[in-house]
């Protein structure tokens, strides 16, 4: 099974400020997806990047796929506290056309935008 | 939103009791998939189902059971609940778009909170 670490796992930061989040893994992925999940709600999905070295912006969010499609990160500029969640990254591989339906997430990085 | 409804939305049972877990979408997708939720552990499959009668298990299928008899509903069942099953279950759905199932979003419901005392 292949594993997707994000780091930091927490990160508090001010309104104003840059930052950004890390979805790292062994394995090769054919898609990486970026979800972000409030208290009480499933995850929604922001992206969906499926070519290594793609970028993708939305609004104030960069993310990007690494060429090798094992690393994805998304940079978020000028956070606000609208932007506070849990943002979770997850990846499909083609081991077999079964796992293809498989979404592996990784553990996720909750973020605190504070004003 | 995604018409997904997820019920019970809390529950709290004792150790042994069989729990069944529902989730109902009206969206007519193919794919629908259970997820657990745990501190430190994001998102695990449990099982998921690529049409009617047809399911498979996922990462962290041991002590559960599905069913699908209908394309709208999938069930989770806890056939002999232990706390170590205390969690927050999301189910999912997903259907087919242009690009392929790599580039199919899943749409969550809101969750089923568990608690197995």
């Known amino acids: 099974t292949q594993l997707l670490e994000q780091s930091p796992q927490f990160l508090s930061i001010q309104e104003g400020e840059n930052l950004t989040v890390y979805c790292n893994s062994s394995s090769v992925f054919s898609s990486l997806q970026w979800y972000r999940q409030e208290p009480g709600e499933g995850p929604v999905l922001l992206v969906t990047v499926v070519t290594g070295g793609e970028v993708k912006k939305l609004k104030r969010l960069t993310f990007q796929f690494g060429d090798a499609r094992k690393d994805s990160s998304l940079h978020i500029t000028a956070a606000q506290t609208g932007d506070t969640g849990l943002y979770l990254c997850a990846g499909r591989t083609h081991l077999k056309s079964g796992s293809a339906r498989q979404l592996t997430f990784g553990s996720g990085t909750q973020l605190t935008v504070l004003p | 939103d995604a018409g997904i409804t997820q019920s019970p939305r809390h529950k709290v049972t004792e150790t042994g009791t069989p729990v069944t877990l529902r989730c109902h979408q009206t969206?007519?997708?193919?794919?629908m998939y259970w997820y657990r939720q745990d501190p430190g552990h994001g998102l695990r499959l449990i099982h998921y189902s690529y049409g009617v009668k047809d399911t498979d298990k996922g990462e962290v299928s041991d002590g559960y059971s599905v069913s699908r008899s209908k394309t709208e509903d999938f069930l989770l069942t806890l056939e002999s609940a232990t706390s170590s099953q205390t969690s927050v279950y999301f189910c999912a759905i997903s259907e087919l778009i242009a690009g392929g199932l790599q580039n199919s979003p899943l749409h969550f419901g809101n969750g089923t909170r568990l608690t197995v005392t």
């Open positions: 969206e007519n997708h193919r794919y």
